[in-house]
């Protein structure tokens, strides 16, 4: 099976992986959302370090795209 063959079998299931990447964000922001509401320390420390990985994603793919477009 080659690479081409590969990719063809996964475009089938297009749809299936946008609305997983939406089910990831939405328990993302309910995670964060937990941690906002919770009365412990540990649930606003996990809050923070989420958001810190959040934006260290956000911004690596800030710089990736800069490269691609030059």
């Excluded at 690479?3 to 990447?21: R, T």
């Amino acid at each position: 099976m080659g690479l081409g063959a590969i990719i063809d079998s996964l475009n089938k299931y297009e749809g299936l992986f946008g609305k997983l990447g939406l089910l990831t964000v939405l328990v993302f922001l309910l995670l964060v959302v937990a941690g906002f509401t919770s009365g412990l320390t540990v649930g606003k420390v996990m809050t923070t370090i989420l958001l810190f990985l959040a934006l260290l994603v956000i911004y690596f793919a800030y710089e990736v795209n800069k490269d691609l477009n030059e």
